[in-house]
């Protein structure tokens, strides 16, 4: 089955802790992208990468860190979490960033900084 | 920078009815794609249709349609004989092919009323 995946799905954590949000697709996608969504705000994009080992930064890349090693595997990493991104994470893929394929969306994490 | 503006927070819609959700965008670009997803209660990210703004005619699928004037900047949704599953939160969102990012709305929830 065609699918992007996010683990984890819940995560409680605590300021400064680093942690690592894994995203998987399994659609050799290009396209790769991460986001978070607030109540208000909508989606706001946090880095996006075009292919591997190509990636850049979206609407609101301060305090993450991505990389992209592996076609299929995107992960997003906050080193020292705060509370201000205690939000809804989501990850996405296309077939390419540079035309009017839709996104593929994973089915988001939900992290909690305490 | 480009913008997605979704003016309308909240729609309510009897049942069977067709509605109209709004959204104008903010680009210097010439060369771009306009989405909308459907976010039910669930949280997941759901495709509804694509225009590209070079499409001259305006896209269907199913039940859905995108009335796309580019001279005004605007890619409203409109979902034909609404069903009581249409209820969900639905985003408008915009990929520019230059710099490749996307942006999306704040979103509009729309309640489908029996």
């Known amino acids: 089955e065609a699918q992007v995946t996010q683990n984890p799905r819940y995560l409680i954590t605590v300021t400064g802790k680093k942690l690592t949000v894994t995203c998987s697709q399994n659609m050799n996608h290009e396209y790769m992208s991460w986001y978070r969504q607030d109540p208000g705000l909508g989606l706001r994009q946090i880095y996006y990468?075009?292919?591997?080992?190509?990636?850049d930064k979206g609407d609101v890349p301060e305090g993450y860190k991505v990389s992209r090693k592996e076609k299929r595997n995107f992960p997003l990493i906050l080193e020292s979490p705060s509370p201000n991104q205690t939000s809804l994470y989501f990850c996405?893929?296309?077939?390419?960033?540079?035309?009017?394929?839709?996104?593929?969306f994973g089915p988001g994490t939900r992290l909690t900084v305490t | 920078a480009q913008k997605i503006t979704q003016t309308q927070p909240g729609m309510f819609v009897q049942e069977k009815e067709a509605v109209t959700l709004d959204c104008t965008y903010d680009?210097?670009?010439?060369?771009?794609?306009l989405f909308w997803y459907k976010q039910p209660s669930s949280g997941e990210m759901i495709f509804l249709i694509y225009q590209g703004s070079y499409d001259e005619q305006n896209a269907t699928e199913g039940r859905y349609s995108l009335n796309f004037q580019k001279a005004r900047k605007s890619a409203n949704l409109v979902i034909s004989a609404s069903q009581l599953g249409d209820s969900a939160m639905y985003f408008c969102a915009m990929r520019s092919y230059n710099n490749n990012d996307m942006r999306f709305g704040a979103g509009t929830r729309l309640t489908v009323k029996p």
């Open positions: 680009t210097s670009d010439q060369s771009y794609g």
């Open positions: 996405a893929s296309s077939q390419s960033g540079t035309s009017g394929y839709e996104q593929y």
């Open positions: 990468s075009m292919n591997v080992e190509v990636t």
